[in-house]
Structures are given as structure tokens and as C-alpha cells.
């Protein structure tokens, strides 16, 4: 992986995006999540799961048949977060015009960014525990939840023979994988990368840790409401889930197989604000560092970024710190959206959702608004797209991930000619 340093990477060449795989909780599918995050309608609602819970509400993945798409024997040694890393992997693969059966495996690479893996089946194993009866405890309880499994079920279902990996940087995993498969494609460790991040945020553990820490929003009589990325009254953010997975390859090979690249990725920075576990640092500098590094790496200046795809939490302090970084590297920031008001927010497949829609948003010359923004917070100066999705010429877009222990990741796409 390249080193940030002070004056950023030097320029290296872009790869080409020729498939994308969605799971989201604005549709299941790359078409529907489309049309889903350009409704920009907020998809939190009242959680069963989480009845009981301070906060009992979230975002969910509708309408998921993991049995009638995986089959059962497949579907039931799996959690969520593995149905849908493997869901948006075939989607991807198939976008891409690729086929398992006539590829060479060994030049197969798998990358996902996986925040916290799974504790979704824990709860009973635990139970149990406690009442000594460890010969009851599942003997898949542990292949179902440990984070490497979205990469490995990938690696098992499609025949991937290449390195397989999940990268964990909490809010940043999914955009840290995409950054490193780059890596891998322009080191000639594979010919194809499957890369992206996957998780399901909204179990009962999960939910009441985010609660005491007050990172949640409090809206419980109108969750539809509760996601307000910048808004002037956020509070929080809304527990999400979902997946995407995009495929990427050197742009001599897609040219040699007459694949048409959806977008370019052709930057990645990163950096780390070594400021506080969960804080971000107030001022942005260290998160502009990561910007800078991904413009660097791209070969491309403020000046030709035409979009950013915000991480945009809703956290009072999330969005304070992004607006400042944003404020350093542009004197003026270009377009902003920020799709956790639609779908919340996803932890680990946060990142590579919001990679996904950026090289959409850049396929369609189409800005996806943000919701539940009423009224932006007027100490921040920023163009944010809200109430209905918005065209514009666009050549280049960035797409931010910020994550607990002051991870930074950035990604820079660029659209095909």
C-alpha cells in the first residue's frame, strides 16, 4: 500500500469499475438502490429486532429472501452480513460481464471491508453458555460471525483463488478495501479485484453499545425523520445495513475483453487522526490529509472535483469535522450529498455503498439528494443537495469514509470518456 506523506502520493494509473453489486436498504439490486437513494426518501422506520432497546429503530434491507436466493443450506450457515456481501458479489460479477466458470481463479482477488463481523446468532450461544450446556452450542457459530467470512463465502461461492482479505477500520473498512484492491491490481497480484464492504448494523448488542455512547439519534416518535445529515437539529445517526461490491480491473485488460468501465477509480488516500477512540479531530486537518492524498494520487486538483459524496453521519461532531476538512483542501467545496439520510448508516459497508453511488452519480451526471435536510446548520458552508436529486456535468467525484479511532479513507473516481 502506498504511504501518505506530506506532499501525498505520486500520481498513478486508474483502474476501471466494470461492475457493480447493491445491497441496500434503499433496494435490493444496484437499479432499485439507485432509484431508491435518488427518491431521497428516508428508509428508518420502527425495528422489531430492537424492541425494548433505548433507540428500537433502524434502517433495514427490505424484502430479503436469503433462502430463495442462496437456498436454504446455504442460507442458514450464513449471517446477514455474509447474505449480503455474497448477494452484491454475484450482482457485481454479473454487471461486469464475467463468469466464474471461464476465468482463471488464481488471478482472482477478494477484498471487503467488515467493521465488526457478526454477533447476530450469538445471543443464544451464549444462553447456552451460561446454563452449561456447551455440547448445544452451534459448531457454525463461529464460521457464521468472524469478520473474514464476506471475503471467504465470496472467495468459496465464485471459485476467487487470489488473495482474500477483510480490511477493519470501522466506518472506513468498506472504502479502505476498495483502496486496496488498486493496490493489488497495479502490483500485478491479480487481474480482477472484487472489492467492497458489508454489514448489518442493526443487531440488539450492537445497538444498545451505539445508545450509551449517545451516538444514536433519539427521534423514536418520527424515525423517518431521524438521519439529518448537516442539518441544523441532527442528533445522531440511524443504525443501516447492506452491501456493495464493486469489480475492478487494470483498463488494458477491461479494453482487451471489450468491457465498458462504468467510472475510473483513480485515487485513494488515507490517514489516521490519532486524536481520540471515537472522536473525530474538531479542526479536520488530519481527514484533509487523506483528501489531499487522493486528489495526489489521482494527479487531479481541487479545482477538478465536481462532487463529494460525504460520509455525513448526522453527528454534531461528524459533520462539524468534515465541513472543515472540506473547507481546507476547496476554497469553495463543490456539490455535497450524503445518503445515511436515506439508508443510515451500514458501519462497514458504508463506505463501499457510498463508493457505489458515487460512480453512479457519475454514470447518470446525476446528484442523489440528501434527506430529512430542512434546514442546513448555518455554521456550515456547504452546497448540499437536498429535496429532489440534482443533474450536473460532472468529470470527477470523491467519496469520504471517517471511522472511530480517527480512520480516514477517500476515495477519487473520475467518469469514463
Known sequence: MHLVTAHGPARRAPVAVTGLGMVTPAGVGTEAAWAGLTAGLSTAAVDPALHGLPVAFSCQVPGLDAAGLLGHRLARRLDRFTIFALLAAREAVTDAGLSPSSWDGARIGVVMGVGTGSIQ???????????????????????????????????????????????????????????????????????????????????????????????????????????????????????????AVLVLERMEDARARRAHPQALLAGYGASCDAHHVTAPQPDGHVAARALRAALADAGLDPEDIDHVNAHGTATPQGDAAEHNALHQVFRRPPPVTAVKGTIGHAIGGAGAIEAACTVLTLRHQLIPPTANLDTLDPTLDLDVVAKAPRPLRMGAAISNSFGFGGQNAVLAFTATP
Open 121 to 243: 446468532g450469538w445471543q443464544s450461544e451464549f444462553d447456552r453458555l451460561a446454563v452449561q450446556l456447551p455440547e448445544r452450542v452451534s459448531p457454525l457459530a463461529l464460521t457464521r460471525s468472524v469478520p473474514n467470512m464476506a471475503a471467504a463465502e465470496i472467495a468459496l461461492d465464485l471459485g476467487a483463488q487470489g488473495p482474500n482479505l477483510v480490511v477493519s477500520a470501522a466506518c472506513a473498512s468498506g472504502t479502505s478495501a476498495i483502496g486496496l484492491a488498486r493496490d493489488w491490481l497495479l502490483s500485478g497480484s491479480c487481474d480482477v479485484v472484487l472489492a467492497g464492504g458489508s454489514e448489518s448494523a442493526r443487531l440488539r448488542m450492537t445497538a444498545a453499545c451505539f445508545a450509551q455512547m449517545r451516538a444514536l439519534s433519539r427521534r423514536a416518535d418520527s424515525p423517518e425523520t431521524a438521519s439529518r445529515p448537516f442539518d441544523r437539529d441532527r442528533d445522531g445517526f440511524v443504525l443501516g445495513e447492506g452491501a
